[in-house]
């Protein structure tokens, strides 16, 4: 017998499952569950259009989103803030490693993309004082 974890969701459009945590995302929400339950899940919304590629790293730390509009967003699993986005384009899927830390996005032109996800924030962090300056 199954057994329901969330059913208030809307239509599920990406889920993904590692470290003992499921990440569903549902349009613009999306939730990270224990699977054994205990916790209250961690919900997080994108403010960049519909969820429609979620993933999970092994150890259920990080979760990656994209969507239509071509935004990569890297969320801590354990908190509702991102982390770092980052725009790609045309993004079908994604995979996250945990050790060294690397996100790779598949592509709808057949193209696989490595990012070193320390080099990312560390550059993303950057721009982000520079424009603050």
């Given amino acids: 017998m199954p057994v329901i974890v969330a059913n208030d969701l809307g239509m599920v459009s990406a889920l993904a499952v590692a470290g003992g945590r499921v990440a569903v995302c549902s349009h613009d929400q999306g939730r990270i569950m224990n699977l054994t339950g205990g916790q209250p899940p961690v ?3 994108d403010t960049h259009g519909e969820f429609e590629v979620v993933a999970l790293s092994p150890d259920g730390s990080l979760v990656a989103t994209t969507g239509r509009s071509g935004v990569i967003t890297v969320w801590d699993a354990n908190d509702e803030h991102p982390m770092f986005s980052f725009r790609d384009q045309e993004v079908t899927s994604l995979l996250i490693r945990s050790k060294p830390r690397r ?6 032109t057949g193209t696989l993309l ?3 996800l320390d080099e990312v924030a560390g550059a993303i962090t950057k721009f982000k004082r520079r424009e603050d300056d």
């Fill in 43 to 45: 919900r997080f919304g």
């Fill in 103 to 108: 996100l790779i996005s598949g592509h709808c």
């Fill in 114 to 116: 490595i990012w070193d």
